[in-house]
């Protein structure tokens, strides 16, 4: 096959697909169009080991920038992909140059949501490489951090400010953070590992805006309360990099829309990792993940699929955090639960299994990779979901 | 002075991280598990890269071994 195939992203996702399509055979053109500045890197380093070292380092790159060469990968990168005409086998570029493919790869990712009552000049957010130096800096400085938003960037970013003596608070909308989706149970447990650490927390009262005081800024709660902080990080999710491909052919629907095997609406255009809501055979559902290790599995299995492959994408779901010297570890998928098992011994940590109607649907793991290990294996041999590729 | 490498075969997933930020040191069995095949294969910082971008935590390295 000496098709020529695109793709467009700079990720984990985008690095995985480039060099899965050279291991698999594929003789044709490969490029990759990243719109960062950096080959892909290791992104999860950026809110753990990069962020709570003295010295935030240089990005990790997954492959060095020789091994593309070697690969015969060609890669731009400082570039983002503006426009996929209907209809037409032709991405437009930001520098204004096109490029024409037989197969295109969308693996766009996602950025951070930034509300507008949020953005309060030097409001910071961390995602890339890019946003690193100055929230690093931050660090460094601040007489009072506050993060908006306990999902697990704010929790990491709260764990790197306490290990670098940063007083920090973190505002959550919920009862504590990560209740939404771990349950008041496990939550309440995570909210006391994040004060016992030295975390101040906020919870129950979103944020009505941030604004700007005459010597920092002001974080305006919904209680009326007003906290001031001299750096403000928002963490409120993220949202797929997928405007682009409006008017394209291409369905979206909070992202990407694919079928088992990474196939769009459009026989010629094919998507991964955080961009891509696909049909997960496993579940009956079309997910979206924004997991590094789902995103790594998505790179090959799309590049297998753009070679023609039908095989589906089955991941068992899995991510984990590093927060206050403790692993966090997720093995499943629990969109709705109605009963949480919760065991706990004499050693720091604990194990929570989450339950769908008898069925065990996920379980989270705290300090104990052995569990989740063990977990993990439980939930496989269930067999809802297979492994996406033989490597 | 040379770095000890190991790799807990109970915690790994097979992510492959590890064969990507350090080549030639690391490989998957047929189970989908790493191995370390040849730790001398990648520099030191590959092989620290390697265990602290684990997902699993399942690779450890040993300095001042030897």
């Known amino acids: ?213 005459r010597d920092g800024l002001g974080v305006v709660l919904s209680d009326g309360r007003t906290l001031w902080a001299d750096a403000v990080l928002v963490g409120v999710g993220m949202t797929p990099n997928v405007e682009w491909l409006e008017g394209s052919g291409v369905e979206l629907d909070d992202g990407v829309v694919t079928d088992s095997a990474c196939r769009t609406a459009r026989p010629d255009v094919l998507a991964a990792g955080d961009c891509a809501r696909w049909e997960h055979p496993g579940y009956g559902a079309r997910l979206r993940v924004e997991h590094w290790d789902v995103a790594m599995r998505h790179g090959e299995a799309v590049a297998a699929a753009a070679l023609g492959s039908e095989e589906p994408f089955a991941p068992l779901p899995y991510f984990w955090s590093d927060q206050h010297e403790t692993k966090l570890q997720w093995v499943g998928h629990a969109p709705a639960w109605d009963r949480v098992d919760l065991s706990e011994d004499d050693e720091p940590g604990f194990v929570a299994r989450y339950f769908d109607s008898e069925r065990l649907a996920g379980v989270l793991t705290v300090g104990r990779p052995r569990a989740c290990a063990a977990a993990r294996r439980e939930l496989q041999s269930a067999g809802v979901a297979q492994e996406a590729m033989s490597r | 002075m040379t770095m000890d490498v190991f790799v807990d075969p109970e915690l790994c997933i097979g992510s492959a991280s590890c064969i990507r930020l350090a080549p030639g040191a690391f490989e998957l069995d047929d189970d989908g598990v790493a191995d370390v095949v040849d730790p001398d294969a990648a520099p030191e910082d590959q092989l620290r890269a390697a265990a602290r971008s684990c997902p699993t935590g399942a690779i450890t390295v040993d300095e001042g071994a030897g």
């Open chain 1, 1 to 213: 096959m000496k098709e020529r195939i695109v793709i467009v992203g700079g990720g984990v996702a985008a690095h995985e697909c480039a060099f899965a399509l050279r291991r698999l055979g594929h003789e044709g053109p490969v490029e990759l169009v990243g719109a960062e500045t950096e080959v892909p890197y290791d992104r999860t380093l950026l809110s753990k080991d990069q962020l709570a070292g003295e010295d935030a380092g240089a990005c990790v790159a997954l492959s060095e920038r020789p091994a593309y060469a070697d690969a015969g990968i060609d890669v731009r990168l400082g570039v983002r992909a503006v426009r996929l005409p209907a209809g037409e086998s032709r991405v437009e570029l930001s520098d204004g140059d096109e490029l024409a493919f037989d197969r295109l790869v969308v693996c766009t990712g996602g950025r951070p949501v930034m509300p507008e009552a949020l953005v309060a000049p030097g409001a910071l957010a961390l995602r890339e490489g890019a946003d690193l130096p100055r929230v690093h800096d931050a660090l460094a400085r601040v007489r009072h951090l506050v993060i908006i938003g306990g999902g697990f960037i704010g929790g990491e970013v709260a764990s790197a400010a306490v290990k670098r003596y940063a007083p920090v608070t973190l505002v959550e909308a919920a009862n504590a953070p990560l209740a939404p989706v771990l349950g008041d149970d496990v939550a309440g447990r995570l909210a006391e590992m994040h004060r016992a650490a030295g975390v101040e927390l906020v919870c129950g009262t979103p944020v009505r805006g941030v604004r700007r005081e």
